[in-house]
C-alpha cells in the first residue's frame, strides 16, 4: 500500500511493538510511519516487519538524519539510497526535521534547534532544494522541541518556519506537542502560533507525550502518554484541517498495545468532531 493512502490515526511502526502490531492487525490502526534508517539495506526482522506492514497498511516514511539546517555535506551515497527506498515504497514525500545536527563530522544524535536567523532559512532553503532533487519527491519539515534559545534571534520560531515554508515552497509535518513544550517552556501562545500555520501547506501532524518535573522544563521524550492540553491543542488545530492525518509517536517506556489503543481511540474522537 502506497504512503499516499494514508487517512486517519496512526501508529510508529516501532520494533518493540511491531510484532503485537502484526499479529493483532487493530482496526484504531489505520496506517503507521517508519524511520527510513532502520530499514534501509537491512535485512531480518526489519525487512519481514515492513513488508508486512506494507500488506496491512498505508507505510509513511519520517526521517531523523537529513537535518536541513546543518551545515556539513549530504553523503550522496546515502542519498541514492533512500531514494532507491523511497520509490520501493512509493512515498509521495519525505519529511524530516528543521534542525541541525552534528558539526566535523561528528553526528550528535539530538535534533538541535536552528538559531532563528535569515542565514538559517537560507540554509535550511538550500538543502531542502538539494534533497527535494536527490530523493525526486517533495520534502515536509518538522518543527522540533528546543530548550535553550540558539543564538540571538532575529525573528521568533513561527515566524522562522513560515518564512522556510514560504522560499522553499516545501511542506510541513506539524508537531503539536513540539509546539507545545516550546511554549511552554519560552512563555508564548501555541494556539496563536497553531492560527498562523498554511494548513494548506501541512502533509501529517504528530502528537506525543513529555516530561514534566516540578521547576525543570518540559522535555519532549515520546515516552509518556499524551496530556489533556495536548489533545485539546490538537482539536484547536483540526478545526482549520480536519483531513490531516495523525499520528501517535511512542518511541519509549512503551505501555501494553491496548494502552497505546485507548489513546489512538481518543485521537480518533477529537478528529471525528473535528468534521462535525
Known amino acids: 500500500m502506497a504512503a499516499k493512502e494514508a487517512r486517519g490515526i496512526g501508529l510508529g511502526l516501532r520494533q518493540e511493538i511491531a510484532a503485537e502490531m502484526l499479529a493483532r492487525r487493530p482496526a484504531e490502526i489505520e496506517w503507521v510511519e517508519i524511520h527510513p534508517e532502520n530499514y534501509v539495506e537491512r535485512a531480518g526482522t526489519f525487512e519481514r516487519h515492513l ?13 531523523l538524519s537529513l537535518c536541513f539546517g546543518s551545515i556539513e555535506p ?3 551515497a546515502y542519498l541514492r539510497t533512500l531514494r532507491a527506498f523511497l520509490d520501493a515504497i512509493d512515498a509521495p514525500w519525505y519529511s524530516d526535521h528543521l534542525c541541525w545536527g ?12 536552528m538559531p532563528f536567523v535569515r542565514e538559517s532559512v537560507d540554509v535550511a532553503c538550500a538543502r531542502i532544494a538539494q534533497v527535494e532533487d536527490a530523493i525526486g519527491r517533495p520534502i515536509a ?35 503539536v506537542n513540539n509546539v507545545y513544550v516550546n511554549a511552554r517552556n519560552h512563555g508564548f501562545d501555541a494556539r496563536a502560533y497553531l492560527d498562523r500555520v498554511p494548513a494548506d501547506r501541512v502533509v501529517q501532524i504528530h502528537v ?11 522535555i519532549d ?13 490538537l482539536g484547536h488545530t483540526l478545526a482549520r484541517m480536519p483531513d490531516v492525518p495523525v499520528l501517535l509517536e ?24 473535528a468534521r462535525t
Open 102 to 113: 552534528g558539526v566535523d563530522g561528528v553526528a550528535l544524535h539530538d535534533l538541535m534547534p
Open 74 to 76: 549530504f553523503e550522496p
Open 250 to 273: 511512542r518511541d519509549g517506556n512503551f505501555p501494553s498495545l491496548d494502552v497505546l489503543l485507548d489513546e489512538l481511540r481518543r485521537l480518533r474522537a477529537i478528529a471525528d468532531g
Open 51 to 63: 513488508a508486512d506492514a506494507r500488506a496491512v497498511w498505508p507505510v509513511v516514511p519520517h526521517g
Open 141 to 175: 519539515i518538522e518543527n522540533v522541541s528546543y530548550y535553550v534559545h540558539p543564538g540571538a534571534p532575529e525573528m521568533r520560531e513561527i515566524d522562522f518556519v513560515l518564512e522556510v515554508l514560504e522560499r522553499s515552497g516545501c511542506r510541513l509535518m506539524l508537531d
Open 208 to 218: 506525543a507525550g513529555h516530561l514534566v518535573r516540578t521547576g525543570q522544563p518540559i
Open 221 to 233: 521524550t515520546h515516552a509518556e502518554p499524551v496530556c489533556d492540553d495536548v489533545y485539546a491543542l
